[in-house]
């Protein structure tokens, strides 16, 4: 097909806001808008967000980056979603309305719930088929959590119907938030194979939802999206030539953000690794057609699919918080803004024996303590807000190292180069710093919004914009390259009393704390 004027665009439904991408041929930007939403805490470790408010900013941003650069929506090739991933909500499927607020991937309502099935022995089962760790992270918690706490629909029927019974009649529809932008795009529900791999519902060694999870979780299968290749030659569904683009664009690509980062870093052989540094620090290798079990706390996931080929499977180290540790000291007004963290953090020689823990909604892999909280130790009477800024950043490549020597554990392979990218990799000071703590190269692309670029890259690939994934490595261009400097016995040292640092945050929060 002609790409002269040809683009594809990527809806990035994040967890703080929404972008819409537009690239062209080499992988450059050419549209981008933005747009942030609220962020809601009914009760402390309670996060929700409000699917309608989404919705209406998804459509927004795609109007307003086409009209910045004047570009029509018949020049878009095909359309690709990334999204935030577990993030659990329900839909009327006739109305479009959801029943309840979205439950973020950040919620801890359902710790307990998570707790009474370790004490039921059923953990080594959810992880031998879902290739996770079971917690309160995850959709299938979150689903039963609304299926038995919001509040009945009334229908046309004489009494307000059971939303079980709803949902087991497909009038009541389960989604991630990828199903729930298509569904609007497109009026279909479906998923991709990478974001069913989230929910704590899908059999990744049978590429299946499993009866047995469903079961346990009280999730009925009538509620349930179709789930499809992450590039989908058949397509999800195309938009409505009557909607608010008024044309017929092809959905053709999704993927949770993490596997969408991978993608977009073309991260297409096994051993190929990255990190993405959000809200929360997502570390992942590819590991091919095999799905590595993991010994050391890390996720078995699925990386991706193209249509036709086999399911490429990764690794994950999920670190909760990382950029919502900045935020934080946005927050507490000892910065102003993220881009001082640079300059604070250099202007002091170490932290002086500070150390911050983020645990700020527990503690991901590879430890998994649901009720570790934050903590700063090691202040003293000279401690300055430039050594806490500074020991936040190092708690990043801190928790960064943790992930990469489970990782290494596990798949028996050494990570050479290490692709980076997200908001924090700008940042000079913690890249260098993250090189030297784990000791390996760090590589940061010229285009760091690579989780709208690797949907853009499926949505292109399933309708031919791109020929293969070859042309796609072609087009992955580095900015910098950061080689450890420090000593490889200073970084072991400063790492080693991290780990006593995080065993102090470890198992703090008590059901008091949490009520």
Request: charged residues 25%; negative net charge.
């Amino acid at each position: 097909m002609s790409t002269g004027t040809q683009y594809v665009g990527a809806i990035d439904q994040g967890t703080t806001g929404t972008r819409f991408m537009v690239f062209d041929h080499d992988g450059s930007v050419v549209a981008n808008a933005y747009e942030t939403h609220e962020q809601m805490y009914p009760e402390p470790g309670w996060v929700e967000h409000d699917p309608l408010e989404i919705w209406e900013n998804t459509k927004s941003v795609i109007q307003s980056s086409l009209a910045e650069a004047g570009i029509g929506a018949d020049q878009l090739a095909a359309i690709g979603v990334t999204n935030q991933r577990e993030t659990t909500l329900f839909w009327d499927a006739e109305t479009g309305k959801p029943i309840h607020n979205a439950i973020v991937w950040q919620d801890r309502r359902t710790t307990d719930r998570v707790e009474q099935l370790e004490a039921d022995g059923k953990v080594a089962d959810i992880r031998k088929k879902t290739g996770l760790e079971a917690d309160a992270y995850f959709s299938a918690t979150k689903a039963e959590w609304l299926l038995e706490n919001a509040e009945p629909i009334k229908t046309q029927r004489a009494r307000p119907a059971d939303l079980k019974e709803r949902a087991a009649d497909g009038e009541i529809l389960f989604g991630t938030i990828d199903s729930w932008v298509v569904f609007n795009l497109t009026g279909n529900h479906v998923t991709d194979v990478t974001n069913a791999s989230r929910t704590m519902l899908f059999d990744i060694h049978e590429m299946d939802w499993d009866d047995e999870l469903l079961a346990e979780f009280n999730v009925p299968e009538g509620c349930l999206p179709e789930v499809r290749p992450s590039s989908d030659e058949n397509y999800y569904g195309t938009t409505d030539d009557e909607g608010f683009l008024g044309a017929e664009i092809p959905v053709a690509g999704a993927l949770g953000d993490q596997q969408a980062a991978l993608f977009g870093q073309t991260c297409f052989d096994a051993g190929d690794a990255k990190n993405t540094y959000g809200t929360g620090s997502f570390f992942l290798m590819n590991t091919g057609n095999e799905a590595v079990d993991s010994e050391h706390g890390l996720l078995t996931t699925v990386g991706f699919q193209r249509s036709g080929e086999s399911v490429q499977y990764a690794l994950e180290g999920s670190i909760f918080v990382t950029g919502a540790a900045i935020e934080w000291l946005e927050d507490m007004t000892l910065i102003e803004d993220a881009s001082e963290t640079e300059q604070l953090a250099r202007s002091v020689d170490s932290t002086d024996g500070v150390y911050v823990v983020p645990a700020f909604t527990g503690l991901g892999a590879p430890h998994w303590d649901q009720r570790a909280r934050g903590t700063i130790v090691g202040m003293t009477r000279g401690t300055r807000r430039e050594h806490v800024v500074r020991a936040t950043l190092e708690s990043i490549a801190y928790q960064t190292r943790d992930v990469a020597e489970a990782m290494i554990a596990d798949s028996g392979i050494e990570i050479e180069s290490l692709k980076v990218d997200g908001g924090a990799v700008k940042n000079n000071f913690l890249c260098q710093l993250q090189s030297d703590i784990i000791g390996t190269e760090i590589a940061r692309p010229e285009v760091d919004e690579t989780t709208a670029l690797g949907s853009a890259y499926a949505a292109g690939l399933a309708v031919g914009y791109w020929d293969d994934p070859e042309e796609l490595r072609e087009n992955w261009r580095v900015d910098r390259e950061f080689e450890p400097e420090m000593d490889a016995s200073d970084a072991n040292a400063m790492y080693n009393r991290w780990d006593d640092a995080v065993e102090r945050s470890r198992d703090w929060a008590s059901d008091e704390d949490d009520s």
